[in-house]
T-cell receptor, first 115, second 115 residues
Framework: KAGVTQTPRYLIKTRGQQVTLSCSPISGHRSVSWYQQTPGQGLQFLFEYFSETQRNKGNFPGRFSGRQFSNSRSEMNVSTLELGDSALYLC??????????????FGPGTRLTVL | AQKVTQAQTEISVVEKEDVTLDCVYETRDTTYYLFWYKQPPSGELVFLIRRNSFDEQNEISGRYSWNFQKSTSSFNFTITASQVVDSAVYFCALSGSNTGNQFYFGTGTSLTVIP
């Protein structure tokens, strides 16, 4: 099976712009979760989508949003970018058909730089 | 509340030495899942192991071993006969039974293996 793919891999934006990141999970996986990784805050949970519904949400402002499509692909959007949004954004794909298979397979990440 | 603590920020060892990475967790869930991930410089999080809270059996996989002790809320990771390729940042993570596939990560331990 192909792994988790994330596009684009690198992105440079300026303050005030918006950005959309994409994540394609492993085939058959219906759960996609997103994480922000920064040197100062570490790995922080943004949100999780399962069957096109947001199931959990982390403590991030409303500028961060996401969605999931019927094929399980997910996008996250950040509006009105701030310098502090510069980070590595990782998405994780999980098979939730059985709880014993709970495990996150991570993509390579999108490195966002806000100038 | 879910919390993972990795007190060791950086560790350096000489090749072939054994090294143990510590992980202490906090959770009120009776069922939970613990993970170790490896993050090489490329940025992708590589899954190493998942342990369910109801299974305290230790596990060995090649040079890697894990010691899960519920009594001390610890899930430590030992690399035997370390190699230069083991150099990476290692994250311990926790997922609760009622939080979907939301992972709570520790701050990571940066391991450098010196040839």
């Amino acid at each position: 099976k192909a792994g988790v793919t994330q596009t684009p891999r690198y992105l440079i934006k300026t303050r005030g712009q918006q950005v959309t990141l994409s994540c394609s999970p492993i085939s058959g996986h219906r759960s996609v979760s997103w994480y922000q990784q920064t040197p100062g805050q570490g790995l922080q949970f943004l949100f999780e989508y399962f069957s096109e519904t947001q199931r959990n949400k982390g403590n991030f402002p409303g500028r961060f949003s996401g969605r999931q499509f019927s094929n399980s692909r997910s996008e996250m959007n950040v509006s009105t970018l701030e310098l502090g949004d510069s980070a590595l954004y990782l998405c994780a794909s999980s098979d939730t058909t059985r709880d014993s298979y709970r495990q996150g397979f991570f993509g390579p990440g999108t490195r966002l730089t806000v100038l | 509340a879910q919390k993972v603590t990795q007190a060791q920020t950086e560790i350096s060892v000489v090749e072939k030495e054994d090294v143990t990475l510590d992980c202490v967790y906090e959770t009120r869930d009776t069922t939970y899942y613990l993970f170790w991930y490896k993050q090489p410089p490329s940025g992708e999080l590589v899954f190493l192991i998942r342990r369910n809270s109801f299974d305290e059996q230790n596990e060995i996989s090649g040079r890697y071993s894990w010691n899960f002790q519920k009594s001390t809320s610890s899930f430590n990771f030992t690399i035997t006969a370390s190699q230069v390729v083991d150099s990476a940042v290692y994250f311990c993570a926790l997922s609760g039974s009622n939080t979907g596939n939301q992972f709570y990560f520790g701050t990571g331990t940066s391991l450098t293996v010196i040839p």
